[in-house]
């Protein structure tokens, strides 16, 4: 199998850490996840911050990809985030494969965030009232540049599909481009 980067981009609550997890476990690749990398979030958190973590992911997202490993991220990828991951792929020569995962039905989407929020009891945890806020940042991803998983679709189904994506070595995709340009270390600005 060729070389790949597969990133999950989507608001919290869309189901993109459920499939990631089990598209790693399924190939066995290394698995980032900007939680991971973000640690404790101080209260004080703003785009510097953020931008520093993004910029510590997609390093590590680098390194992984050098060595020859394939690799999955999974992060929000506001924007400008993913032209940086785009670019990493094309200069590793790896395929990349972008999958934005959302939730079509919105009373369902904060149903569940609302239920995530109370199972998890972690201070993190992002609230539908913060998802609503970050919301305003996230680019819309554009048609054929992604896969696009609508979370109300059964798991299996969108989990099947994702990883037909991932692993196919034929998918056309058009290339990502944002109306500003990127800057690295400047995802948020």
């Known amino acids: ?101 959302f939730v079509s039905d919105e009373i369902l989407w904060e149903k569940r965030v609302t239920q995530r929020v109370e199972s998890l009891k972690h201070p993190d945890a992002a609230t539908w009232d913060r998802i609503q806020h970050q919301r305003q940042w996230f680019a819309p991803w554009q048609e054929n540049t992604a896969l696009f998983v609508d979370a109300i679709n059964p798991f299996e189904k969108s989990y099947a599909k994702v990883l037909k994506f991932a692993t196919s070595q034929n998918e056309v995709l058009k290339p990502i481009k944002m109306p500003t340009p990127f800057i690295k270390g400047s995802y948020h600005a």
């Not at 999950?8 to 990398?37: E, I, N, Q």
């Not at 990809?65 to 985030?81: H, K, N, P, R, W």
């Open 1 to 101: 199998m060729e070389l790949t980067l597969v990133i999950f981009s989507g608001l919290p609550g869309t189901g993109k850490s459920t499939l990631a997890d089990r598209l790693a476990r399924k190939l066995c690749w290394p698995l980032l996840r900007m939680d991971d990398v973000a640690g404790n979030i101080p209260s004080t958190a703003d785009f510097r911050f953020w931008d520093e973590k993004v910029e510590v992911l997609m390093t590590i997202i680098e390194a992984q990809l050098e060595l020859g490993i394939s690799v999955i991220a999974d992060s929000v990828f506001m924007g400008t985030d993913r032209i940086h991951a785009q670019e990493i792929a094309r200069k590793h020569k790896a395929l990349f494969r972008p999958i934005y995962c």
